[in-house]
């Protein structure tokens, strides 16, 4: 039979009936409602199920006022911020019964600071009657009581309570290396694990609740300075039921007593190790590693800490012994190859004729020397060196190299001087920068009642000499004439905004300005040559306490976390 004579015909005009879902009334209230596999609307299904059965709406959780850490137990100690996730995840994992349903939504609820509540809004999904699915919202309630933990109760009872000590040593006269250590602890904020800081002869100790804190703060100085150090240990306490001992650790450190622009001999065999460099070098850098350079011929050599350590080399000059001259005239001297020896630009070989500022004007006598300043210096400039000449230097790598032909130069410049320049600028005012630096809080073995001092760092410390502390106090200018000078060096460490140096910088520029026609000379005098180095404002940070600026927890201990706002009860197939 021919299929095609039954085809579907096309109908226009007719009648189309809509579909339309069917409506059932509840067993319950007889309302209308979509179908579903209980027969019964929300309301009805809400009064009859609870989701939310069985799960805790109140909960205790303890958290200590000192360091803000919660328990989580039976004795770990979490911390986490205000409003954070952590914070939330600790919560949730203190709630009874919720592994019971499953969890859709969850976040914190505004309360008030001192309230000692916090409110967490959950949204949870249950199956109930015929395989149903219902969603509820709901509300626990999280009551904090302050608890002191172990960690705080001992440090509370005794504040001195250590277990590990650091003991920094440098045998040096000056404290400029503690100067940067202490601006590289505060940036990368390992002072915060610091129970004491005390400062003695010749270095500081520092004092840890734990083991784990010195040996990261070891690990943290090795990465920073040349130094080696040994260990010990003292049994304090011991359970002999328990089997349990209570020791105190004792770290003393060394740290190589060279520092940058010192003049120093090397020993014969490490200078014959790195390309036979000559014996007498400068120290022109200083990290985990000393970085030697042979101011005559710009040859240079990296020792690591363990090599120097097992041959060290001999100081024989040092920045106290500095003497200013002042360059008469100076002359390049082409290097073997683009960068010279192994120091990648960073220096130009010149020969100059200089003279004593001291001599300068009495007498006639002049030195020819040859220097690794030859890109800084001009003819005019002020430069810093040793007087080696007249020195009296002891060594026995010294008389040894000495014997084997070794000659000295009469003069060995280490630095270019701006000394002239400050005093003009300090001389009408403008001496204030516009940075500073933090500084920790350090207590004094000499002091009669343990004061601590930190922050500003000014005015004598109690205990100790005056002529002690000036010689500190030129210490600390000298270290922070550093870090002007010295781009790498000042990368390493966190310098901070002063708007009170910035106020009295306006001030004297205005008081300048009034006095610009009579000081015409004396500006027309400190124009040439180079200006006086200064920390370019972009390097600047600005000080957070100066800014006051709070945590996000101020406003209320919760309220910034993820709020999901729909309130309804539904129910899902």
């Known amino acids: 039979m021919d299929q095609s004579a039954y085809a579907a015909v096309p109908v226009s005009g007719t009648f189309q009936p809509q579909q339309t879902a069917g409506h059932v009334l509840c067993c319950l209230c007889g309302i209308s409602i979509a179908p579903n596999p209980t027969n019964m609307c929300v309301n009805c299904i809400r009064s009859q199920v609870d989701v939310t059965e069985g799960i805790q709406k109140q909960v205790t959780i303890l958290w200590c006022k000192i360091c803000g850490r919660y328990l989580q137990?039976?004795?770990?100690?979490?911390?986490?911020?205000?409003?954070?996730?952590?914070?939330?995840?600790?919560?949730?994992?203190?709630?009874?019964?919720?592994?019971?349903?499953?969890?859709?939504?969850?976040?914190?609820?505004?309360?008030?600071?001192?309230?000692?509540?916090?409110?967490?809004?959950?949204?949870v999904q249950g199956e109930v009657l015929n395989g149903a699915i219902l969603q509820q919202s709901f509300v626990v309630e999280f009551v904090v009581e302050r608890h002191m933990c172990p960690t705080c109760n001992r440090q509370n009872a005794n504040p001195n309570m250590w277990i590990a000590c650091c003991q920094v040593r440098q045998h040096v006269l000056h404290k400029r290396t503690f100067f940067f250590l202490e601006q590289l602890i505060l940036k990368h904020n390992l002072d915060e694990s610091c129970v004491n800081v005390k400062e003695i002869h010749e270095g500081i100790d520092f004092y840890f609740s734990s083991?784990?804190?010195?040996?990261?703060?070891?690990?943290?100085?090795?990465?920073?300075?040349?130094?080696?150090?040994?260990?010990?240990?003292?049994?304090?306490?011991?359970?002999?039921?328990?089997?349990?001992?209570?020791?105190?650790?004792?770290?003393?450190?060394?740290?190589?007593?060279?520092?940058?622009?010192?003049?120093?001999?090397?020993?014969?065999?490490?200078?014959?190790?790195h390309g036979g460099i000559s014996q007498l070098v400068l120290c022109t850098r200083v990290t985990n590693a000393l970085t030697f350079t042979d101011p005559l011929t710009l040859r240079s050599a990296t020792i690591e800490a363990k090599y120097y350590f097992d041959k060290p080399c001999t100081t024989l000059m040092t920045a106290r012994q500095l003497i200013e001259y002042i360059v008469l005239d100076i002359e390049e001297i082409e290097t073997r190859g683009?960068?010279?020896?192994?120091?990648?630009?960073?220096?130009?070989?010149a020969e100059c004729t200089v003279a004593k500022l001291s001599d300068f004007g009495s007498n006639d006598r002049t030195y020819t020397a040859r220097t690794h300043l030859g890109h800084l210096l001009h003819p005019g400039d002020h430069a810093v060196g040793y007087d080696v000449g007249n020195?009296?230097?002891?060594?026995?790598?010294?008389?040894?190299?000495?014997?084997?032909?070794?000659?000295?130069?009469?003069?060995?410049?280490?630095?270019?001087?701006?000394?002239?320049?400050?005093?003009?600028?300090?001389?009408?005012?403008?001496?204030?920068?516009?940075?500073?630096?933090?500084?920790?809080?350090?207590?004094?073995?000499?002091?009669?009642?343990?004061?601590?001092?930190?922050?500003g760092g000014g005015g004598h410390h109690r205990g100790r000499g005056v002529s002690l502390a000036d010689i500190e106090a030129q210490d600390m200018e000298r270290f922070l004439e550093e870090l002007e000078e010295d781009p790498d060096m000042r990368a390493r460490v966190a310098l901070y905004r002063n708007p009170e140096a910035a106020a009295a910088g306006a001030a004297a520029a205005a008081a300048a300005a009034a006095a610009a026609a009579a000081a015409s000379m004396a500006a027309s005098e400190d124009s040439d040559g180079d200006e006086v180095p200064q920390v370019p404002l972009e390097e600047l940070l600005d000080d957070l306490a100066a800014m006051q600026i709070e945590d996000g927890g101020a406003g209320g201990r919760a309220g910034g976390a993820h709020i999901h706002d729909d309130s309804h009860d539904s129910m899902m197939d």
């Open 391 to 455: 020195a009296n230097l002891v060594g026995g790598d010294l008389d040894a190299a000495l014997q084997k032909g070794l000659s000295l130069p009469d003069v060995i410049l280490v630095r270019k001087s701006y000394e002239d320049k400050r005093r003009r600028r300090k001389a009408k005012g403008e001496a204030s920068r516009a940075w500073k630096l933090k500084r920790m809080n350090v207590e004094y073995a000499g002091d009669d009642e343990g004061g601590a001092s930190g922050g």
């Open 73 to 123: 137990p039976p004795k770990h100690w979490v911390q986490a911020d205000p409003e954070s996730k952590e914070l939330l995840t600790f919560c949730l994992k203190r709630i009874k019964g919720l592994q019971k349903v499953k969890l859709v939504d969850a976040g914190f609820i505004w309360t008030e600071p001192h309230s000692m509540r916090l409110k967490v809004k959950l949204t």
């Open 338 to 349: 683009p960068g010279g020896y192994n120091h990648n630009g960073r220096w130009a070989l």
């Open 211 to 273: 083991r784990a804190h010195a040996i990261k703060f070891l690990d943290f100085l090795n990465s920073c300075v040349p130094m080696r150090y040994r260990h010990d240990k003292q049994l304090v306490s011991h359970d002999v039921h328990t089997s349990n001992y209570n020791y105190k650790y004792t770290f003393s450190v060394e740290v190589a007593p060279v520092c940058k622009d010192d003049l120093v001999c090397l020993h014969p065999k490490v200078a014959a190790s």
